[in-house]
């Protein structure tokens, strides 16, 4: 009698079993392939360009069955409803016999909402439609579709939406290189303020383009660096719109996550400074791949970096910048809104010439120090950025 029993709560422990694998099972989404996913009717259906930002859109999230996927979405626009080769396809045709029937526009979102910047949808229209300057039509219908990929999986399109714009000529040339900010516990004003006015003046602190680098001409993706001294228990993280947390990157995104890394503050993924020390940074803005590496020499530290020049008889104890990290040893030094002539000058520190940076290469470059070339400096105003680190400088030209 009591083998009987004991065979029956044998019996009854393995269908418990069975029945609880056959529940946690069911309560673990497996990753399915969807096949479309829809795009919403945009607001406003006639667009002036030439008076807009931006235009909002709105999707829903594809069904990748329960599957917590990290999807990024893209918007590409066609005045034809057509979508057989796109500019970048065209672009890379050097006969120029290929013709594009839509474009890719570069912003790329994290979430199921989006703003399609007014001057990326006048450029994709001009390239497209190959307008002259005096024959761009007062209305134009365009078509619009999102795409969604996640890893695992293959591209999806949204339905196609349409709106009417009044387009405008606008001259092609090479895009801005794209550049990301560093913003965290350590960063600038230490504050995590990514406001757009914070760039150099408070929690965003700027990458640098590399000279002798290839950028794309249309996105001006590439490999961008920075370099630093980060304290022991930093957290950052990367952002490539000021004021805008959408579109950011963190550890998740590291190449090679040393010890001296740590992944930080739970699903936000922040990049954490294990061991104290000087470290370099490469991003490529075209896979978003983080490479962070422990600098293996001890740069020197300043407390003054001057730009002295011919425009003001190249007095380095004059034309003083701003150190931008406020909490930590400072490396980057701005200026606002600095207006030149043509001309030529250099970073020097601490007032004097015992250490300074040039270079030949103008808008950005890398300097190297003492007897080295000046920079050709073009008329126009500027937002300036220097890393004494990296000797890398990069002067935006203010609008």
């Not at 066609?78 to 013709?99: H, K, L, M």
């Not at 006048?122 to 039509?137: F, M, R």
């Not at 001294?229 to 950011?248: S, T």
């Not at 990157?249 to 090679?256: D, E, I, K, R, Y």
Request: hydrophobic share 35%.
């Amino acid at each position: 009698m009591k083998k009987i029993f004991l065979s029956s709560l044998m019996l009854l422990s393995m269908a418990l079993m069975f029945t609880a694998c056959e529940d946690d099972r069911d309560s673990n989404p497996t990753l399915v392939q969807p096949t479309t996913f829809t795009l919403n009717n945009p607001v406003n259906t006639l667009v002036d360009l030439a008076e807009s930002v931006a235009i909002p859109f709105a999707w829903s999230q594809p069904d990748y069955g329960g599957w917590p996927a990290a999807v990024q979405y893209q918007l590409e626009v066609s005045p034809t409803n057509e979508w057989n080769v796109s500019t970048d396809e065209a672009a890379a045709d050097e006969s120029g016999e290929t013709i594009a029937d839509y474009a890719i526009l570069p912003n790329v979102y994290a979430s199921c909402t989006g703003e399609m910047p007014a001057v990326e949808l006048a450029k994709a229209l001009v390239s497209i439609c190959q307008w002259e300057e005096d024959n761009v039509p007062e209305k134009q219908t365009v078509y619009v579709r999102c795409k969604a990929s996640t890893s695992g999986t293959t591209t999806i399109f949204s339905n196609v939406v349409s709106l009417d714009v009044n387009p405008y000529y606008i001259e092609l040339a090479d895009a801005d290189i794209e550049l990301w900010y560093l913003v965290g516990s350590g960063i600038g004003s230490a504050d995590w303020d990514n406001s757009a006015s914070s760039v150099g003046t408070g929690g965003l602190v700027p990458m640098y383009p590399i000279m002798g680098n290839d950028y794309d001409s249309r996105t001006g993706q590439g490999e961008i660096q920075y370099a630093g001294y980060f304290n022991a228990g930093m957290q950052f993280k990367l952002i490539r719109v000021p004021g805008d947390w959408g579109d950011q990157l963190n550890f998740t995104n590291v190449a090679n996550p040393g010890s001296f890394l740590s992944d930080e503050d739970g699903d936000n993924h922040n990049i954490g400074i294990v061991e104290a020390g000087y470290y370099r940074i490469r991003l490529n803005t075209a896979t978003r791949e983080l490479v962070i590496e422990p600098l293996e020499t001890v740069p020197g530290v300043y407390t003054e970096i001057s730009m002295p020049g011919d425009y003001q008889e190249w007095n380095p104890a004059e034309n003083l910048m701003n150190g931008m990290s406020t909490s930590v040893e400072n490396h980057d030094w701005y200026l606002k809104s600095v207006t030149y002539g043509d001309c030529e000058l250099k970073f020097a520190a601490n007032k004097d010439w015992a250490v300074s940076w040039g270079s030949k290469d103008f808008p950005f470059g890398i300097g190297t120090t003492n007897n080295d070339p000046n920079i050709p400096v073009k008329a126009g105003t500027y937002h300036v950025y220097f890393n004494d680190i990296l000797g890398a400088y990069n002067f935006v030209a203010v609008e």
